[in-house]
């Protein structure tokens, strides 16, 4: 491909051809502010905050969609960029409520930052507020339109990541704003509750629905046995909400964090997952030497368990009847858990920690009702230490609670995509052929696969990550032309590492070092098989009997229920 | 908001939405065909009501928020529904000064209809918009096609009574 070269504030710079303004400064270093400008997301150019002043015509070009030209002559930083990035900030904060105090993003919202670094110290303009509704009647996500500042990168996210589109820009001119068809609560329409539109928001327009209130009140209520249980992703993602780098495995320190805010014990999801595993991988081998509901899908995301029953209801017969981790361990909580230890079930208090603003929607489903009383998101933890004036960067590493902190690698590594495909086959593959399984070797894309021999048969699954990825299997699935038999879907971008409640900022690489983080968990851990954990075996032995048994059955499996298209 | 017309049975609903089936025939579903699909089911119907939007959004494979977007978007596309007689009061500059506020309220007053809803017998659906170009007769509305223009507030209950018939 042709190469284009060009200055840059004097500098010279030589970039493929098709090349953006922005692409080159960034090359040479040179920042340029940007809001609607997501670089996972299509371009957009709407809020020229990032323009940048062509010397030669004079123009201002919005640098992230303007395209690199021969012999260009840029100035980021002239006096009329400077002047107009600013004029374009204050219009914005002109129609914005301004009250940063109060607001969730405080201290994470892009256009505060932006407007801390172009300088702008109060706002000249008075622009016409207005007076939106909240959205607060979904279990999982919060909208505050007049926090919105139309940058579409919701839209964006939620059509061409997750194809659902369930947030659009309506109306026209200034009455335009983004909101859902009929403007029905975000929760009446097909939104899958992934929160991906939360983690690409540069406001807190959308953000999740808080029940850190819930927790404090149960945390402080004597009558309440308070139980926590923290998903596999947390380990590595909870750091950066105190300052750490990205992927900083932080177990004990949330161990040793979670004690300090009172929870009479400290467990983990991670044992859940094995659980599932035992459930799932069991229920797997079944079909697939019965030949029957092949593909199997797994059903631990319920962003993308929605997200089938509205459409894909006619593979519902697919899906893993499996409960998720988080379902199978508040379960137990309130049954093998309440039972050994004495403690009257209904007395027990299930926390979750999850990196996912679904799992609050998943809480609350009819089937699973009752199962789990809060769902915190990784950022609500994180208010919550800070609330309580815990440094947590210095707190000693601490271990979870025996019986249901008792975990595997495998466990580990569902936070990240590919993850429940490599502990389940870990498991299958053993139980089939007595082998263990060698490398998968899988990496971040959107769809992977792989095909393996088990006892002199072939395995073929395939990994999926984003919804809009899933479409595409999901299709092959209906058109009867798919030639797996077992599919693992993550609504979110590099799976739950990836999830709508994970700290942010966050993007593609920030993803990665998480899942990175993951798997040295597991690389390090003594046991590394679901069906290892010395403490699954118990379960099974003491309470539960055989993998998919009657009791098995009645506590660990769930069923779907089919949702409108629209 | 348009509240669904076809009442709750399945049967009835199959029939209210026959006449949008059968147009929808004439289209392959494509994402391409979603505003001549609106216009036609726009005429048929006389409004857009929101099963019909459900159903547009199903048939060409669109979220009902994609295709409220585009609705809400374009001027010509109603979500409720539209009286016999549309009247437009013009509050363009030229009229505004001259009185088309009054002409506005007074209106209101006799149709009890606030800007933009209709008649609850259907008859009338109000609107103001800016400038109609006829700003030598300001202040001006129209009534369908009839420009009706140098008005005052006490002229408004006669040309009402015109098409109340
Ligand atoms: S939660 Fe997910 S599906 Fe719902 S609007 Fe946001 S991005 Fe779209
Ligand atoms: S809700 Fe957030 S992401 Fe969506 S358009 Fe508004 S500011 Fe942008
Ligand atoms: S991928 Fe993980 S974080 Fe995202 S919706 Fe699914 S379970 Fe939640
Ligand atoms: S960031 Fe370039 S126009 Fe918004
Ligand atoms: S301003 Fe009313 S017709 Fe021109």
């Known amino acids: 491909m042709d190469t284009i070269t060009l200055t840059i504030d004097g500098q010279q710079v030589e970039v493929q051809q098709g090349a953006t303004l922005l692409e080159a400064a960034r090359e040479l270093g040179i920042e340029i502010p940007t809001l609607c400008y997501h670089p996972d997301l299509s371009l957009h150019g709407s809020c020229r905050v990032c323009v940048v002043e062509d010397v030669k015509s004079g123009r201002l070009l919005a640098s992230c969609v303007a395209p690199v030209n021969n012999g260009m002559e840029i100035s980021t930083n002239s006096s009329k960029a400077r002047v107009a990035r600013k004029t374009n900030v204050e219009l914005l904060l002109a129609n914005h409520p ?23 110290t109060r706002v000249d303009f008075e622009g016409e507020k207005r007076d939106l509704p909240v959205d607060a009647s979904g279990p999982s996500l919060k909208r505050e339109p007049n926090k919105c500042i139309l940058c579409g990168r919701c839209v964006r996210v939620c059509e061409e990541v997750q194809g659902v589109s369930a947030l659009e ?12 068809g009929f403007d029905l609560p975000q929760s009446e329409v097909n939104c899958a509750n992934c929160g991906q539109c939360a983690t690409v928001c540069p ?37 950066e909400e105190f ?67 509205h459409n894909y209801p006619d593979l519902i017969s697919h899906l893993s009847s499996a409960k998720s981790p988080m379902s199978m361990f508040s379960a137990i909580s309130k049954s093998y858990y309440a039972e050994e230890s004495e403690i009257d079930a209904k007395d027990i208090y299930t926390v979750a920690i999850m990196p996912c603003t679904a799992k609050k929607f998943e809480k609350d489903r009819e089937e699973l009702v009752g199962d789990t009383d809060a769902v915190l998101t990784t950022r609500e933890l994180a208010r919550m230490i800070k609330e309580m004036g815990i440094k947590f960067e210095t707190l000693a590493d601490e271990k979870y609670d025996e019986m249901l902190g008792a975990h595997t690698g495998a466990g580990t590594i569902f936070g990240t995509t590919g993850g429940v495909t490599e502990a389940a086959l870990r498991t299958v593959k053993e139980e089939l052929d007595g082998e263990p399984l060698g490398r998968l070797g899988l990496g971040f894309e959107g769809i992977q696969e792989a095909s393996l021999e088990v006892a002199g048969q072939t395995v073929n699954v395939a990994i999926a ?102 | 908001m348009g509240q669904c017309q076809c009442g709750n049975s399945a049967e009835s609903k199959e ?35 929101e099963e019909v939007i459900k159903e547009i959004a199903n048939a060409l494979n669109l979220s009902l928020s994609q295709v409220y977007g585009v609705v809400t978007f374009y001027s010509q596309f109603h979500l409720e529904p539209r009286g016999e007689n549309i009247i437009r009061v013009c509050l363009g500059t030229a009229c505004h000064v001259r009185g088309g506020g009054q002409v506005l309220n007074k209106i209101k007053e006799e149709l009890g209809v606030d800007d933009g809803e209709t008649t609850e017998d259907l008859k009338f659906t109000l609107e103001s918009v800016a400038c109609i170009g006829a700003c030598g007769l300001a202040p001006v509305i129209m009534i369908n096609d009839d420009t009706h223009g140098r008005l005052t507030p006490d002229k408004i209950p006669a040309i009402l009574d015109k098409y109340k018939a």
């Open chain 1, 98 to 120: 301004n009250d940063c105090l109060g607001c969730d993003r405080n201290g994470s919202c892009e256009l505060q930052d932006i407007t801390h670094d172009l300088g702008i």
């Open chain 1, 169 to 180: 820009f309506t109306e026209r001119g200034f009455n335009s704003i983004v909101s859902t």
């Open chain 1, 203 to 239: 406001t807190a327009a959308i953000t999740e629905i808080s029940e850190v209130d819930k927790v404090w009140a149960a945390l402080e209520d004597d009558t309440k046995h308070v139980v926590v249980q923290t998903a596999p992703s947390i380990q590595s993602s909870l750091g």
């Open chain 1, 243 to 309: 300052g750490m780098e990205p992927g900083t495995v932080v177990t004990g320190q949330m161990a040793a964090a979670l004690r300090r805010l009172g929870f009479d014990k400290v467990f983990t999801t991670d044992f859940a997952a094995d659980l599932t595993i035992m459930e799932e991988g069991n229920e797997f081998i079944q079909r697939f030497k019965g030949e029957k509901n092949l593909p199997h899908i797994t059903s631990c995301c319920p962003g993308w368990v929605k997200f089938c029953e």
């Open chain 1, 465 to 566: 990550n984003g919804l809009a990825n899933a479409s595409k299997l999901l299709d092959e699935v209906r058109a009867g032309n798919s030639k797996y038999h077992f599919i693992e879907v993550m609504a979110c971008p590099n799976g739950c590492v990836g999830g709508g409640g994970q700290p942010l900022p966050t993007s593609k690489e920030i993803k990665q070092k998480r899942a990175l983080g993951l798997r040295s968990i597991d690389e390090s851990d003594s046991i590394r098989k679901s069906h290892e954990n010395p403490m699954i075996k118990k379960l099974y032995d003491d309470y539960l009997g055989e993998p998919l048994g009657g009791h098995s059955h009645h506590l660990l499996h769930t069923k779907y229920q089919k949702r409108d298209r629209n």
């Open chain 2, 15 to 49: 029939k209210y939405l026959a006449p949008l089936k059968t147009i929808l025939e004439g289209y392959e579903g494509k994402q391409k065909d979603l505003i001549p699909v609106l216009q036609k089911a726009q005429d048929e119907y006389g409004y857009l009501p």
